[in-house]
């Protein structure tokens, strides 16, 4: 038989197999992500337009909750990158509506901050222990990871807070000191 006979179709299949095993463990496309590809930024928010999925009131609570989650949220532009990736998932996009009208139930954004950290840190305790059965917690669940990952992949976490260089060789790793940590 000759040599490439089954050579392709194994090469394709081991290729599909791996995409699988990608998209599922990083379920959000290479172009959503910052760090994926080189784009101009918007010089700030207000230059980001306006949210595809999300209304503008819906929008305003969701900025303030991603804002509590990691500050400077909103000016790395998360709320809009959110706002992406719910316009793409119609289980995510259930979901926030929900969250987000439950929030605005409680008058969210007329609270003080610290009346609104009351209704977010108690989630936030659920959620770490793994405690997520109501619609309440899967919400601040899906926002809190969204919110992660759109921050620190995003200029500001990624590059700025992190210190993320991109595509640098080293002749040596530098020595981590434990102090440093």
């Not at 999925?53 to 990158?81: H, K, M, W």
């Not at 987000?100 to 409680?106: E, F, I, P, S």
């Not at 770490?128 to 601040?140: I, L």
Request: proline share 6%.
């Amino acid at each position: 038989m000759p040599e490439n006979a089954y050579g392709d179709g194994r090469r394709e299949t081991i290729k599909i197999i791996g995409t699988i095993g990608l998209q599922c463990a990083f379920p959000f496309a290479g172009d959503e992500l910052y760090g994926q590809h080189q784009h101009p930024a918007p010089a700030n928010t207000a230059d980001a337009g306006p949210p595809q999925f999300f209304r503008p009131e819906q929008f305003q609570v969701l900025s303030r909750v991603a804002e509590l989650i990691v500050p400077g949220a909103t000016a790395a532009r998360v709320p809009n990158y959110i706002d992406l990736v719910v316009r793409n998932n119609a289980e995510h996009q259930k979901l926030y509506t929900d969250g987000l009208a439950w929030l605005a139930g409680k008058d969210f954004l007329k609270l003080g901050e610290k009346q609104q950290l009351a209704i977010l840190e108690p989630l936030c305790a659920q959620v770490d222990r793994g405690e997520v059965k109501t619609m309440e917690q899967r919400f601040f669940r899906v926002a809190k990871n969204m919110t992660a990952d759109g921050y620190y992949t995003s200029k500001a976490g990624l590059v700025e807070e992190l210190g993320y260089l991109g595509n640098q060789v080293l002749a040596e790793y530098p020595e981590c000191k434990i102090d440093e940590h």
